[in-house]
Antibody, heavy 121, light 108 residues
């Protein structure tokens, strides 16, 4: 069965960096685009970033452009999110989510359980 | 930026009743609208994509309709496990997408 397992969350000070990982199994990872979607405590969902199936194309929401980098290693079936210059407003549960197709149609058919990132001094 | 407004914010119904949830877009999103269900402490689950297509494994009591700016998620007869928060999501301005603020479906 399809599984996505996030890791790497924690408490970090404003301005510092953190790298999240998402380990995938149960499907051909290299055939699907993958996203990061976040949810601030008690709030709604916000799309963060997308990487195409082969890693050649990346897209970001405006609030994280220049600070966050999405990448993938298809040999390890793993997705990453490098987060730099973190701000308090980045505090959220971060989910990785599989897209329905390879290029990134923004339809999220499987989600991980999420990892909590707290940015606080 | 396309804004999605969901109504009502909270819907109180009993098991067996019919639920109708609405999502309105600030401009046309064609049929590029999805619905997700989220239970406390869990990740969202895709229910409906492209306005009316049920995702894999979703029961037939869930249906979606609409196009342009007005969309509806209908649950024909509520089961106890259906009480959750529901979000709509548009993908019309790809690669961006946006979600509504959610409708909480609670037991009356």
């Amino acid at each position: 069965q399809v599984q996505l397992v996030e890791s790497g969350g924690g408490v970090v000070q404003p301005g510092r960096s953190l790298r999240l990982s998402c380990a995938a199994s149960g499907f051909t990872f290299s055939s699907y685009a993958i996203h990061w979607v976040r949810q601030a405590p008690g709030k709604g969902l916000e799309w963060v970033a997308l990487v195409s199936y082969d890693g050649t194309n990346e897209y970001y929401t405006d609030s994280v452009k220049g600070r966050f980098t999405i990448s993938r290693d298809n040999s390890k079936n793993t997705l990453y999110l490098q987060m730099n210059s973190l701000r308090a407003e980045d505090t959220a549960v971060y989910y990785c989510a599989r897209d329905l197709d390879h290029s990134g149609s923004q339809r999220f058919d499987y989600w991980g359980q999420g990892t909590l990132v707290t940015v606080s001094s | 930026e396309i804004v999605l407004t969901q109504s009502p914010a909270t819907l109180s119904l009993s098991p067996g009743e019919r639920a109708t949830l609405s999502c309105r877009a600030s401009q046309s999103v064609s049929s590029y609208l999805a619905w997700y269900q989220q239970k406390p402490g869990q990740a969202p689950r895709l229910l409906i994509y492209d306005a009316s297509n049920r995702a894999t494994g979703i029961p037939a009591r869930f249906s979606g309709s609409g196009s342009g700016t007005d969309f509806t998620l209908t649950i024909s007869s509520l089961e106890p496990e259906d009480f959750a928060v529901y979000y709509c999501q548009q993908r019309s301005d790809w690669p961006r997408c946006s979600f509504g603020q959610g409708t909480k479906l609670e037991i009356k």
